[in-house]
């Protein structure tokens, strides 16, 4: 073909795409499969990446999961090859939601680490975005709702840098949404209040999937309220809105999930009998043995509620069939995937996947080798749980930064391994003081360390830090080139507080900096402990 014809009719066949594209999927499946095999004929691989894409996608939104596996790892190969990372970072983020619905965690982790280092190699920030909104969701399944928040944040932060696309006030409003039910999981009202207001400052949305989510987090706080008016406008609203066309999709099943789960604890049965409905069609539909074993754990416990025990015996014989139909599955997952790998990678790009595997595993290993302490990688997490738990509880919170006064003019004298020595005996005194769940060390980098401290008031944290800065010079580690003694010393900046709205764990490593410097400009050797108002640091 040549090549002005091979291009009108790419641009022909790619518009029948874009303009059916959440209309008409089979017209969409259609383009999509003429357009593939005219691609891979004129040996045109990008286009097959691209195609590849919508059509992943589009089976995504039909909930026909074979069909979206078989075009979305087709489509990957093609565009790691080609390297159209923003294609393959969508299409990691679209296979980790799938893992993470057919109960795969492993598989959704490694698909969002992955489609991570992608983003950020190449400055996708707002994939980045949607890809920690959907790992949040995936530790809120496991009800880890303390580092669910935590990646809300980093992905609420990855929009907000961006309010002139689009879908910008569609993501606050899922992020919020997130943020919330993270917040009623755990009892904080308020919290999930402010979530709710937030969400209303945008404009209402008109999609089903994003409205029912907004109407389930409205039903659980009027629900913890004892709102009886609130509730029952809640519940019609979203009942109304699951007999929507649009309303059936993969993305809202956590959603519903929880709606029935309020209205079991309601005693809303007649709702919840529908809504469980809505629930089976879905996973049926998706064909996902999760799914339908998720929603057989409800029927069973209303069937035990009302004391049908027959259906309640039937539900919990179909429940048990599952999960075996479920281990099976995996197991086929997982060979299909190994299969998938040795036949299409050469040997030396199964080298390049190991080398790019190890270097992952490097970056993200949690403990400096030089002094057995955490990193700055398990510190940012760490930091992050921390100051989560402490805004919910209202309880103090410090950060102390801490270095080693004139360690250039040591590590010079002395050597690099006289500095490195000096630098481990530092680690052990404050592996001496570290407490679980209270006191944490970690080392943020050359000769500065850091100590996160919870569950403490100001005097004890500085009590620490004064048994830290003593054992330092009980150590005795002679340092001929430092003015303020002759052995070594450091200096410690601390900031404790209460968070309060609007603080992040960043403001008070700020803060802990600043308190730092005022030492580092005036005599070293000493400890500077803020406890000022805080706001919040802009950069």
Known sequence: MKEQDYH???????????????????????????????????????????????LAETYYSLNETDAFFQYAIKGLQVQQDNEQWDLAAQTLNLLAVTAMYQGNASFAINYFILGLEYCEANALELIAGGMYLNISALYMQYEEYSRAISYIRKGLDCFKNHPEVEAFEHSMIAGHVLMGDCYLSIGALAQAEECRDAIRAYHEPQEAVLQIPVGVLETGIASKRGDEAALERAIKKVMELLLRPDALSMDIFDDVFSFCI??????????????????????????????????????????LRINRKDDFYEVTGRYYVLQEEQRKAECAVIQSLLDTRLSVESLEKQQLEMEKTNR?????????????????????????????????????YAIEILDVDFFKEYNDTYGHSAGDDCLYAVSEVLKSVCEEDRIFAARYGGDEFMMVYTHMTKEEVRDVAETIQQRIKDLKLYHGKSPVASFVTISQGIYYGVPEPGNKA??????????????????????????????????
Request: charged fraction near 30%; aromatic fraction near 10%.
């Open 8 to 54: 009108a009719e790419v641009v022909c066949l790619q518009q029948e795409m874009d303009d059916n594209l959440g209309k008409h999927p089979e017209a969409v499946i259609a383009a999509g499969k003429s357009l593939i095999e005219l691609a891979e004929r004129e040996g045109d691989a990008k286009q097959v990446g691209i195609t590849c894409y919508g």
């Open 262 to 303: 309020i209205l079991l604890n309601r005693k809303r049965y007649v709702e919840l009998t529908r809504a469980l409905q809505y629930l089976d069609h879905l996973a049926e539909k998706s064909q996902l043995i999760f799914l339908q074993i998720r929603t057989l754990a409800i029927w069973a416990r209303y069937y």
């Open 360 to 396: 992952i595993l490097r970056q993200k290993s949690e403990m400096d080798p030089l002094t057995g302490l955490p990193n700055r990688f398990r510190l940012n997490e760490y930091s992050e749980e921390a100051f989560e738990q402490a805004y919910r509880a209202r309880e103090g």
């Open 506 to 539: 960043w403001d008070f490593l700020h803060a802990s900096d600043m308190a730092l410097y005022q030492v580092k400009r005036s005599t070293k050797n000493a400890i500077c402990l803020e406890d000022k108002h805080l706001e919040p640091f802009r950069e």
